[in-house]
């Protein structure tokens, strides 16, 4: 492809988009088997992540570099990074894998909006620190995602045991997240030249890692303890956070040097 040698764009061919169709309706099924199924829909997930995985590997092949240049790239990223965690934390609870799913079709649809060009990625990007920072960033909002959707199921059953996947979840995500940051400080240097700025996304970057910082300090309070509704709370407003630091500082608060 001399075109993308070249740093232009170029039209996908079907060896390269296809797979990324295949996976959403792989993803699409699973979640309307849920609404039946709950156990058949896992092996349909699963077979979605395999193809989506598959995918981003030969579109990384094919533009020679990690396949996280544009928006098509990063909403694809961010559904796959979802399907991956409820897998993982797969239960046969439709409250808790339905809205997973749905978030993972509603990313994947968004990814498949934009144009699937080929693209070679800007200087900035070819950093070490750019592959490490972004994927870790992505897996840390998949498992916050799961730890909102366990929310509502033990806001529904008082189940002890959601609470506990809960609490996983949502301190797994801290440690990603603040690993993410850790790479997205390096990042910055190298792109910008420092490891910190006032930009849109940095900011609501920090005030989530407050707010899952928050959140050990709930899971830590002895005080707190009989009012378990607290960390279940924290958890579905902590997911409305990632959407705005990530969907709404790249469309709704102006241009950042983070949008995508």
Do not use: Q
């Not at 040698?5 to 296809?18: E, I, K, R, S």
């Not at 979605?48 to 098509?72: D, E, Q, S």
């Not at 990007?125 to 909002?141: C, D, E, G, K, Q």
């Not at 469309?251 to 949008?259: C, D, I, N, T, Y």
């Amino acid at each position: 492809m001399p075109e993308i040698a070249n740093g232009l764009d170029a039209a996908p061919p079907f060896a390269v988009a296809g797979p990324f169709y295949a996976a959403f309706a792989c993803y699409v099924a699973a979640l309307a088997a849920s609404l039946v199924r709950p156990r058949i829909s896992l092996w349909l997930l699963g077979i979605g992540v395999v193809v989506h995985f598959g995918a981003t590997l030969g579109r990384g092949w094919a533009i020679g570099f990690f396949p996280l240049t544009n928006k098509m790239e990063s909403f694809s990223a961010a559904a796959l990074a979802v399907a991956a965690v409820t897998a993982i934390s797969w239960r046969d609870v439709r409250l808790y894998i339905a809205p997973l799913l749905a978030l993972v079709c509603v990313a994947m649809l968004t990814a498949l909006s934009f144009p699937l060009d080929l693209g070679f990625p800007p200087p900035l990007m070819r950093t070490i620190w750019y592959p490490l920072h972004v994927p870790l960033s992505f897996f840390a909002y998949g498992t916050w995602a799961a730890a909102a959707a366990a929310s509502l199921v033990w806001f529904r059953d008082r189940d002890p045991a959601w609470l506990t996947l809960i609490d996983r979840l949502a301190l797994n995500g801290f440690g990603l997240w603040s690993f993410s940051m850790i790479c997205g400080g390096f990042w910055g240097v190298v792109a910008w030249g420092a490891y910190f700025m006032w930009d849109v996304k940095i900011i609501w970057s920090v005030i989530l890692w407050f707010h899952y910082a928050s959140f050990i300090h709930v899971h830590l309070t002895p005080s707190l303890f009989p009012r378990p509704w607290v960390r279940p709370a924290l958890a579905i407003v902590g997911f409305v956070w990632v959407l705005v630091a990530y969907v709404g500082t790249s469309f709704l608060f102006g241009r950042s040097s983070h949008a995508f």
